[in-house]
């Protein structure tokens, strides 16, 4: 029987293509049972290298748009600040949330032989995703009025409403490439969203600056250009599935199908499981952002600088924190605790060197990479006198990607939720306020102070439940759900 059972994974091993799903059932990559230093960073290598490309790619909309609003004005900047993380709280957190809920179901039709059932699951999310968008793009609307309500400054209210009516362009885009990049991952293809990324974001870059400068459009050119390609990259996702050369994704689409109308209900879980996981951790640190316009328009522009910097330099170790779950994941499926609690130890000390590397990075180039993003010297100025602070926070945030990647690759993602919304919400944000605006009036510096030293607290108590966590328990679970 064993005999037997392993020939069956030897002969799907060498069978393997392109198409195959990193995690088809008992299949057990190269190199699974070798924990060597070499071997184990080779294979992190192997599959970071496509994720960090594609997430830098896709955060680069954001600091395009930054980036030509920090050469209109410091009004245009703060209100682009304010109006992308409008966006983000109220919209795209949500939409990425739902689109997680793929990654499940996707997987496991392919996973079951059940193909058709991958193209069915994506109309089904379509259709969510088109329901999910009307109180969303109600939203965006009326955010001019909203807005007021919560700034000091009624200007940048109006400025930052106009910037998210224009966006509401490119939503549907936006969603559904999300949900189509999910349909190609799910067969094992993660490289054409990458190469579709790498097609769009020069476009995105000309589009934003000839309608922004060159047509004078000023703020809204920026944020059309951005919805437009946002419209454009689902087209060619499209296309590229139509190809002949990607004739394998046509045994995954049925066609439009009537059964799209029912068994939402996992789906509609899951969806809002995820929105729920995304949510709590970007609305925290975006947040944080509206309490800088009681301190002036430059405050908030400088942090605007800040936080994009911090965001690109997060999305390399969250893109790697994707493939341990990955590799993690496929150690637990084969019961290899042993090796699994080895690459634990490998990782935790690249992610602390990630971190370590990008706050240096930071900290030395503090006066290029403000310049870059402003014009304004009082903003640049603001900045760079927090850029120790941001430079130390990256070490903190590189290992909080490294314990949730773990406890994604455990099996334990609610803990996570759990602990990151908790702390979050009742001890880092309103931390970061009262250093902010209480009576040490450490300013933007508070801010990060408050934020790090919540991440601190996160990163204690994920690694304690993973010391007392008994690892055969997610095993056990793991091989419920196959069996299942």
Same mark, same amino acid.
């Given at each position: 029987m064993t005999e037997a059972r392993?020939?069956?994974a030897s002969q799907r091993r060498n069978s393997a293509s392109e198409s195959t799903p990193l995690l088809a059932a008992d299949a057990k990559p190269d190199g699974l049972t070798r924990s060597a230093w070499g071997s184990e960073l080779r294979l992190l290598a192997a599959y970071s290298v496509p994720l960090v490309a594609t997430y830098l790619l896709q955060y680069s909309y954001s600091v395009i748009t930054t980036f030509v609003a920090g050469h209109l004005s410091a009004d245009d900047?703060?209100?682009?600040?304010?109006?992308?993380?409008?966006? @983000?709280? &109220? !919209?795209?957190?949500?939409?990425?949330?739902m689109?997680?809920?793929?990654?499940?179901?996707?997987?496991?039709?392919?996973?079951?032989? @059940?193909? &058709? !059932?991958?193209?069915?699951?994506?109309?089904?999310?379509?259709?969510c995703m088109a329901l999910a968008a009307i109180p969303i793009g109600a939203f965006w609307l009326c955010s001019p009025w909203i807005l007021a309500l919560f700034l000091k400054q009624?200007?940048?209210?109006?400025m930052a409403g106009y910037f998210l009516r224009v966006s509401l362009v490119g939503m549907p885009g936006y969603a559904s490439f999300e949900a189509g990049k999910?349909?190609?991952?799910?067969?094992g293809d993660f490289k054409s969203a990458m190469v579709i990324l790498v097609i769009c974001t020069p476009v995105n870059a000309v589009l934003s600056w000839v309608l922004a400068f060159k047509l004078d459009m000023g703020l809204g050119g920026a944020a059309l250009g951005a919805a437009l390609t946002n419209n454009l990259r689902p087209l060619l996702l499209l296309?590229?599935?139509?190809?002949?050369?990607?004739?394998?994704?046509?045994?995954?689409?049925?066609?439009?199908?009537r059964s799209a109308l029912t068994k939402w209900g996992p789906m509609v879980q899951l969806s809002f499981a995820g929105s729920l996981v995304n949510l709590g951790e970007w609305a925290a640190f975006e947040i944080v952002a509206f309490s800088t316009s009681y301190l002036s328009t430059t405050h908030l522009a400088a942090q605007t600088l800040l936080t994009t910097i911090s965001v690109v330099s997060w999305h390399i170790p969250f893109s790697i924190s994707v493939a341990i779950s990955t590799r993690i994941g496929h150690l637990v499926g084969a019961g290899l605790l042993s090796t699994a609690r080895r690459a634990a130890a490998i990782y935790a000390c690249v992610f602390t060197f990630i971190g370590c590397f990008d706050g240096f990075v930071i900290f030395i180039l503090r006066n290029q990479l403000t310049r870059f993003f402003s014009d304004d010297p009082s903003v640049c100025t603001l900045a760079v006198k927090s850029m120790l602070a941001v430079a130390f926070f990256q070490i903190i945030d590189s290992f909080i990607c490294y314990t949730n990647g773990m406890i994604r690759g455990l099996g334990r993602q609610s803990v996570a939720a759990f602990v990151v919304f908790g702390v979050n919400y009742l001890a880092a944000v309103p931390l970061a306020i009262w250093l902010e605006l209480g009576p040490l009036g450490l300013g933007i510096n508070g801010i990060w102070?408050?934020?790090?030293?919540?991440?601190?607290?996160?990163?204690?108590?994920?690694?304690?439940?993973?010391?007392?966590?008994?690892?055969?328990?997610?095993?056990?679970?793991?091989?419920?759900?196959?069996?299942?």
């Amino acid at each position: 029987m064993t005999e037997a059972r392993d020939a069956r994974a030897s002969q799907r091993r060498n069978s393997a293509s392109e198409s195959t799903p990193l995690l088809a059932a008992d299949a057990k990559p190269d190199g699974l049972t070798r924990s060597a230093w070499g071997s184990e960073l080779r294979l992190l290598a192997a599959y970071s290298v496509p994720l960090v490309a594609t997430y830098l790619l896709q955060y680069s909309y954001s600091v395009i748009t930054t980036f030509v609003a920090g050469h209109l004005s410091a009004d245009d900047l703060a209100a682009a600040s304010i109006g992308m993380t409008t966006m @983000n709280i &109220v !919209g795209l957190a949500t939409f990425e949330g739902m689109a997680t809920a793929l990654d499940t179901l996707c997987a496991q039709a392919y996973g079951s032989g @059940n193909l &058709v !059932g991958v193209g069915l699951h994506v109309q089904r999310m379509l259709l969510c995703m088109a329901l999910a968008a009307i109180p969303i793009g109600a939203f965006w609307l009326c955010s001019p009025w909203i807005l007021a309500l919560f700034l000091k400054q009624r200007h940048l209210a109006v400025m930052a409403g106009y910037f998210l009516r224009v966006s509401l362009v490119g939503m549907p885009g936006y969603a559904s490439f999300e949900a189509g990049k999910r349909f190609l991952q799910a067969q094992g293809d993660f490289k054409s969203a990458m190469v579709i990324l790498v097609i769009c974001t020069p476009v995105n870059a000309v589009l934003s600056w000839v309608l922004a400068f060159k047509l004078d459009m000023g703020l809204g050119g920026a944020a059309l250009g951005a919805a437009l390609t946002n419209n454009l990259r689902p087209l060619l996702l499209l296309a590229y599935i139509m190809m002949p050369s990607g004739r394998w994704s046509h045994q995954c689409w049925g066609g439009f199908s009537r059964s799209a109308l029912t068994k939402w209900g996992p789906m509609v879980q899951l969806s809002f499981a995820g929105s729920l996981v995304n949510l709590g951790e970007w609305a925290a640190f975006e947040i944080v952002a509206f309490s800088t316009s009681y301190l002036s328009t430059t405050h908030l522009a400088a942090q605007t600088l800040l936080t994009t910097i911090s965001v690109v330099s997060w999305h390399i170790p969250f893109s790697i924190s994707v493939a341990i779950s990955t590799r993690i994941g496929h150690l637990v499926g084969a019961g290899l605790l042993s090796t699994a609690r080895r690459a634990a130890a490998i990782y935790a000390c690249v992610f602390t060197f990630i971190g370590c590397f990008d706050g240096f990075v930071i900290f030395i180039l503090r006066n290029q990479l403000t310049r870059f993003f402003s014009d304004d010297p009082s903003v640049c100025t603001l900045a760079v006198k927090s850029m120790l602070a941001v430079a130390f926070f990256q070490i903190i945030d590189s290992f909080i990607c490294y314990t949730n990647g773990m406890i994604r690759g455990l099996g334990r993602q609610s803990v996570a939720a759990f602990v990151v919304f908790g702390v979050n919400y009742l001890a880092a944000v309103p931390l970061a306020i009262w250093l902010e605006l209480g009576p040490l009036g450490l300013g933007i510096n508070g801010i990060w102070i408050g934020l790090g030293g919540g991440m601190v607290l996160i990163a204690i108590i994920e690694c304690l439940y993973m010391r007392i966590l008994r690892w055969q328990d997610c095993v056990e679970s793991a091989k419920s759900r196959e069996d299942s």
